[in-house]
């Protein structure tokens, strides 16, 4: 194609077969080591790339292997006792000391991002070793360049000095295809798109369950999963708050004991659960595992867990309570699924797959050309600010309204410039966010990955727990939009309407607007307390007179006091009304009583009322009776 618009990657099929390993694939085709100027696309977790480059013999040739985090580089450097892991503690002089040990022959360096822009550059360079030639670079795990660079920015750093290597090459089971902004890189270095296709059905089996009560929902799976026996329950959820809710109700609720539950995550993230006395938290994948296990995002790749018995394995998303936990089914959710390595006699990896996930309520997801101006509009303002700030003699100013722009989301702060992964992310993000927008979109993002033989069970309930949480934890005007747009999907289910009352029960002025009002009038008050009680009140107040004076309420009322009308016996005046209270509560009718405090009723029992339909006779003669002289039959000719 001439358009370099619509160019794309060349694309090179080959395959695997069940059971072989990704270097005997390779080198049946005509690969003796992994190829470079490539995205290898492994499609199988487990097939041992990383394994074949940092192996001498597989791979003679000096390697760097990023990894996207510690665990990983950790992991790996276990395997190989020749290999060098660069990370925190390892400093630029114990690298330069292995880089220079003439009895390793071919130097594998697992790093991570940071290690590698920090101190394998710096390492070469004290050297005066011409890494770009010396060594191949390969790029494990490579969707997290894109995946995390809205939080952890350097982990594209090495993208810089990794196009200058002459042997280079990204992998992963779940890599994403190049876009707009990062197309035109691998482009220009001539990469192409290696795909590792199995020549064998390789779908796992997987249960689907979307939820709108999710904590119920995966304490309920975890309970049930222990009671049938399960050695191991491995929980993959990307937020450590998320994660402590879990083991803290587990705890509570005597389904696992204080010694039955291990936390893996960041070193931070442990020392946090532990000031949280939940002890056993750890930055190391120790084995055996316990009876519940559960692992952060840094733990979904790279990873390799080896385990003596089946294990059952959930995978958490809850967007309501944490936004950044959605799950990508074509990334994340093989990943998680893909740490478990052991193939038993069964031919199984694990026991069970399930997928738990809430479906957010008003999920706003922009399309395509939506984010595409909205990073053109970006850059074009970057742009001019920069103009102008190199003009100013007080730069300042000019950073804030660097910073207003909202630039700091696209920017790369080392090179002045667009982080074009970063860009990419935000693609990336909203089309995550529209695999959410319902359960079925959800099913149909889960089946299309070809990765899953999909057991979906929706569960129907139209308001739950998290739903509750939702409006609990939001701010007041919030709040009263999250109730309003709640009654508009429940209005039809009375018994919903009726949950939502009794966790609303602050907020009962604005249920009962919604469906006296409706939601057009309460958004034209914007959502103003004061002004919409007091629509609500007047309505009510003319409700109440339609209702009181009805051909349906007045017959009631003819027929209690029938036997008393138009006689000579006087009744207690608290009698007659207590009566009459009870008539109105029939039909729906609220009311208040001197004294009782009541506010917001529709009308008020009181003697006056009592005149309303008879012609009355007061005594004050033993205590204040009255005598029901005649019904108003004016009333009834009304209708």
Request: hydrophobic share 35%; with cysteine.
């Amino acid at each position: 194609m001439n358009d370099a618009a619509n160019r794309t990657l060349d694309v090179e099929v080959l395959n695997i077969h069940k059971g072989e390993y990704l270097s005997e694939a390779l080198k049946r085709q005509g690969y003796p080591m992994l190829p470079s100027n490539a995205i290898i696309n492994k499609v199988m977790t487990g097939t041992g790339a990383t394994y074949m480059e940092l192996n001498p013999k597989l791979s003679p040739r000096n390697s760097i292997v990023i990894e996207p985090y510690r665990s990983a580089v950790e992991n790996k450097v276990q395997a190989f006792d020749e290999a060098q892991g660069v990370f925190k503690e390892v400093t630029v002089k114990k690298l330069t000391a292995y880089l220079n040990n003439s009895k390793i022959k071919y130097k594998k360096i697992i790093t991570t991002p940071e290690g590698f822009r920090d101190k394998v550059l710096k390492a070469a360079k004290n050297l005066k070793m011409n890494i770009y030639k010396e060594f191949f670079n390969l790029y494990d795990e490579s969707e997290h360049i894109t995946e995390d660079t809205d939080y952890r920015r350097s982990i594209s750093s090495p993208m810089k000095e990794f196009f200058k290597f002459e042997g280079k090459a990204l992998v992963s089971a779940t890599p994403l295809k190049p876009n707009k902004y990062t197309l035109t890189l691998f482009l220009r270095h001539q990469f192409r798109w290696v795909e590792i296709k199995p020549d064998y059905d390789y779908r796992e089996d997987m249960t689907l369950i979307t939820t709108r009560s999710f904590y119920s929902r995966v304490k309920q799976e975890v309970k049930s999963l222990l009671d049938y026996g399960s050695p191991h329950v491995c929980i993959f959820y990307k937020t450590t708050e998320g994660i402590c809710n879990i083991v803290e109700s587990l705890l509570h609720d005597g389904i696992i004991k204080e010694e039955d539950y291990k936390v893996l995550c960041s070193k931070e993230s442990a020392d946090k659960l532990k000031s949280r006395f939940l002890e056993h938290s750890t930055d190391k994948l120790e084995l055996p595992l316990r009876k519940v296990n559960l692992f952060t995002l840094r733990f979904f790749p790279s990873i390799d867990i080896n385990l003596k018995e089946l294990c059952d394995v959930l995978v958490l998303s809850n967007y309501d309570h944490v936004k950044h936990t959605l799950i990508n089914p074509f990334t994340e959710a093989i990943q998680c699924q893909g740490r478990f390595r052991h193939v038993f006699p069964n031919g199984k990896r694990y026991n069970s797959l399930t997928v738990i996930a809430s479906i957010p309520n008003e999920l706003e997801v922009k399309s395509e050309e939506e984010i595409y101006k909205d990073i053109d509009a970006r850059i074009k303002s970057y742009r001019a600010v920069q103009k102008e700030k190199l003009k100013a003699d007080d730069s300042k100013y000019y950073d804030k309204e660097l910073k207003r722009l909202r630039l700091n989301e696209v920017l790369n702060s080392e090179r002045n410039g667009f982080d074009r992964f970063a860009i990419e992310q935000l693609l990336l993000d909203e089309q995550v966010k529209g695999y959410y927008l319902s359960p079925d979109a959800l099913r149909q993002a889960y089946e299309a990955t070809g990765y899953f033989n999909v057991d979906f069970q929706p569960e129907e309930e139209v308001v739950g727990e998290d739903d509750i949480y939702r409006i609990k934890a939001a701010k007041t005007k919030e709040k009263w939009q999250f109730i309003v747009s709640v009654l508009s999907n429940i209005k039809e289910d009375e018994n919903a309407v009726q949950l939502l009352r009794a966790k609303c029960v602050e907020e009962e002025w604005l249920i009962n607007a919604f469906f006296k009002l409706g939601q057009e009038v309460i958004e034209q008050q914007q959502y103003s307390k004061t002004a919409i009680k007091k629509l609500l009140e007047q309505t009510e107040q003319e409700e109440a007179l339609q209702r009181r004076f009805s051909t349906e309420f007045l017959n009631d009322i003819i027929r209690e006091f029938e036997s008393e009308t138009g006689n000579d016996l006087y009744i207690p005046v608290k009698n007659v009304l207590d009566r009459i209270g009870h008539l109105l509560e029939c039909h729906g009718i609220t009311y208040s009583r001197y004294g009782d405090g009541k506010k917001g009723m529709m009308c008020t029992l009181s003697e006056a009322i009592i005149k309303d339909y008879f012609d009355p006779k007061r005594s004050n003669r033993d205590g204040a009776k009255i005598k029901l002289e005649k019904f108003k039959d004016e009333l009834l000719n009304r209708h």
